[in-house]
T-cell receptor, first 117, second 110 residues
């Protein structure tokens, strides 16, 4: 079975550039999560979707970050303009949910290692 | 909001020694999950605990949920080099998505 697929695996770009991270969740999963991981702050939830609808984006650091899920098999996280402090590993995860998303395992992609110079 | 504390932050052990990480929540939980992340990898689900006082075992790993459902522990018996990684608890209180602890990074010295 295919797991969560993220692209690119690595991204190095200069500050001010637009960065787009992509995610394909596991087929049939109705929840999709975007996380950011750094040594200092650990694993932070940025935003999550249920049935393609954004439910909570309170973790998005600022207006430079945006996320979309146009259909059940694709989501993007965009940073525009990017800054060096955005450097981190970004993970996408998906899960079954229904009414109680918190009692289902989350399946993580391999992540995108983002470096902003 | 919900606070999740994991201790210790780091643990270095000799191969064959035991290891324990602790997770504490500021609120009563519906359930708790544990994940392992190998260096350079992604978090992988290990187990979920739901009942008060629940104990589950996976080979050398023992997971326990506290009676008050506010804390949990993961114990590894006789660590091996394959146990290296960061162990995260993830807490669900019923109202918000999983809240991950900052993890305990385990190093095993052969």
């Amino acid at each position: 079975d295919a797991g969560v697929i993220q692209s690119p695996r690595h991204e190095v770009t200069e500050m001010g550039q637009e960065v787009t991270l992509r995610c394909k969740p596991i087929s049939g999963h109705d929840y999709l999560f975007w996380y950011r991981q750094t040594m200092m702050r650990g694993l932070e939830l940025l935003i999550y979707f249920n049935n393609n609808v954004p439910i909570d984006d309170s973790g998005m650091p600022e207006d430079r970050f945006s996320a979309k899920m146009p259909n059940a098999s694709f989501s993007t996280l965009k940073i525009q303009p990017s800054e060096p402090r955005d450097s981190a590993v970004y993970f996408c995860a998906s899960s079954f949910g229904g009414a109680r998303m918190g009692n289902q395992p989350q399946h993580f992609g391999d992540g995108t290692r983002l470096s902003i110079l | 909001g919900q606070q999740v504390m994991q201790i210790p932050q780091y643990q270095h052990v000799q191969e064959g020694e035991d290891f324990t990480t602790y997770c504490n929540s500021s609120t009563t939980l519906s359930n708790i999950q544990w994940y392992k992340q190998r260096p350079g990898g992604h978090p992988v689900f290990l187990i979920q605990l739901v009942k008060s006082g629940e104990v589950k075992k996976q080979k050398r790993l023992t997971f326990q949920f506290g009676e008050a459902k506010k804390n949990s522990s993961l114990h590894i018996t006789a660590t091996q080099t394959t146990d290296v990684g960061t162990y995260f608890c993830a807490c669900f209180s019923g109202n918000t998505p999983l809240v991950f602890g900052k993890g305990t990074r385990l190093s095993v010295i052969a």
